[in-house]
T-cell receptor, first 112, second 114 residues
Framework: AQSVTQPDIHITVSEGASLELRCNYS??????LFWYVQSPGQGLQLLLKYFSGDTLVQGIKGFEAEFKRSQSSFNLRKPSVHWSDAAEYFC??????????FGDGTTLTVKP | DTGVSQDPRHKITKRGQNVTFRCDPISEHNRLYWYRQTLGQGPEFLTY????????KSRLLSDRFSAERPKGSFSTLEIQRTEQGDSAMYLC????????????FGPGTRLTVL
């Protein structure tokens, strides 16, 4: 069965500081991996995705993530956080059928 | 292309009532997915369609839940005899043939059962 673990429920960073959100997955085959962002009361917006190829993927809003098969991880990073990045972030793993399994999310707070 | 739309955005109902939600996927997207998201959790898969065929249903989808996609375009999700535990955000997503399994999500329907 596929699963996703996001170990950090809540992270607080200062504006301008770097950010790393952790994601570990369990999947029996080559995974499709995604990071989404969700603002309160809103749907999910895709930040970036990994299907194959280069293990470092670039996304929107200056985010990037690195797929590490040996560690079953897909951590999200941003070199300099902006106040508008405050939101909830979800990591997800999917397969060929398209359905995704999501982690429980990490809430990001940005201090001025 | 206006994206995935869901209607209504909010629904408040009394326990025991039936409710129906609608999802309009991106046009020509052949796969459509329903998820449920409760507070503090990630979305959980409920069911999905390829065209009009319902190909998979989660164990979360009790017999009070039914979903349809009669013409392979929009989909409806009905909950009969609602319970307070059904209160959640119901999200719809669609995938097109060339989307490489990238799901496009709608804004969701927030259900509150009193």
């Amino acid at each position: 069965a596929q699963s996703v673990t996001q170990p950090d429920i809540h992270i607080t960073v200062s504006e301008g500081a770097s950010l790393e959100l952790r994601c570990n997955y369990s999947y029996g085959a080559t995974p499709y991996l995604f990071w989404y962002v969700q603002s309160p009361g809103q749907g999910l917006q895709l930040l970036l995705k990994y299907f194959s190829g280069d293990t470092l993927v670039q996304g929107i809003k200056g985010f990037e993530a690195e797929f590490k098969r040996s560690q079953s991880s897909f951590n999200l990073r941003k070199p300099s956080v902006h106040w508008s990045d405050a939101a909830e972030y979800f990591c997800a793993v999917g397969g060929r059928a398209g359905k995704s399994t999501f982690g429980d999310g990490t809430t990001l707070t940005v201090k001025p | 292309d206006t994206g995935v739309s869901q209607d209504p955005r909010h629904k408040i109902t009394k326990r025991g009532q039936n409710v129906t939600f609608r999802c309009d996927p991106i046009s020509e997207h052949n796969r459509l997915y329903w998820y449920r998201q409760t507070l503090g959790q990630g979305p959980e898969f409920l069911t999905y369609f390829q065209n009009e065929a319902q190909l998979e249903k989660s164990r979360l989808l009790s017999d009070r839940f039914s979903a349809e996609r009669p013409k392979g375009s929009f989909s409806t999700l009905e909950i009969q005899r609602t319970e307070q535990g059904d209160s959640a955000m119901y999200l719809c997503a669609s995938i097109g043939e060339s989307s490489y399994n990238e799901q496009f999500f709608g804004p969701g329907t927030r259900l509150t059962v009193l």
